[in-house]
Nanobody, 126 residues
Framework: QVQLVESGGGLVQAGGSLRLSCTLSRPTFSNDAMGWFRQAPGKERGFVTTISMGFGSAYYADSVKGRFTISRDSAKNTVYMHMNSLQPEGPAVYYC???????????????????WGQGTKVTVSS
């Protein structure tokens, strides 16, 4: 059974930084994409960022461009999301997702991803 294991969540002050990690339990392939979605209480889960494990093409939601950076280590089947200048948005759960053959035009859709992690909670305090 393929699994995604996330780590790195926690409590951080507004303006601070945090790094999330996500490891896939099987080797990644060049056509895989791995990324992150975010869900705040009472809201729908929304796209944050994703990266293609082959070419390393990265995609970001407008709200995080310039503040978040996604990177990959294909040898470790792992992606990292560096979050800077965090805004006081209260608690949210960040979910790691992985999918095969996720097209650039559909990376923001959760339906395109095959595997999901359990989520890691991030709270940004003001």
């Amino acid at each position: 059974q393929v699994q995604l294991v996330e780590s790195g969540g926690g409590l951080v002050q507004a303006g601070g930084s945090l790094r999330l990690s996500c490891t896939l339990s099987r080797p990644t392939f060049s056509n895989d994409a791995m990324g992150w979605f975010r869900q705040a209480p009472g809201k729908e889960r929304g796209f944050v960022t994703t990266i293609s494990m082959g070419f390393g093409s990265a995609y970001y939601a407008d709200s995080v461009k310039g503040r978040f950076t996604i990177s990959r280590d294909s040898a470790k089947n792992t992606v990292y999301m560096h979050m800077n200048s965090l805004q006081p948005e209260g608690p949210a759960v960040y979910y790691c997702a992985a999918g095969a053959s996720v097209a650039p035009t559909t990376v923001t859709s959760g339906d395109e991803y095959d595997y999901w992690g359990q989520g890691t909670k991030v709270t940004v305090s003001s």
